[in-house]
């Protein structure tokens, strides 16, 4: 119970999982493709760039090799931004 009154009470849940905007960002053959992680973890192809890693830095191909996990759709557009 988050609030209660006379006139109202307010429940909230808390849940185990993922939302629906947790994304892993990787290298898969020399191209940058983000999955969408589902409840389980489990990777399902969101969308594959257009961005080639050769041309990338070194230290930017070793953080995709490791996979760059972020939460909202708003920071997985700042990750791509900075390969382009």
Same mark, same amino acid.
């Given at each position: ?45 969101? #969308? ?14 070793? #953080? ?21």
């Amino acid at each position: 119970i988050k609030e209660f009154s006379e006139k109202e009470v307010v429940l909230y849940k808390l849940v185990d999982g993922l939302c629906n905007e947790h994304f892993l960002i990787s290298d898969e053959n020399g191209i940058v493709v983000v999955y969408r992680l589902d409840e389980d973890y489990n990777k399902n192809l969101y #969308r594959k760039t257009d961005i080639y890693t050769e041309y990338l830095t070194a230290q930017d191909i070793n #953080r995709l090799k490791e996979g760059i996990y972020v939460y909202t759709v708003s920071d997985l557009n700042s990750e791509l931004e900075n390969f382009e």
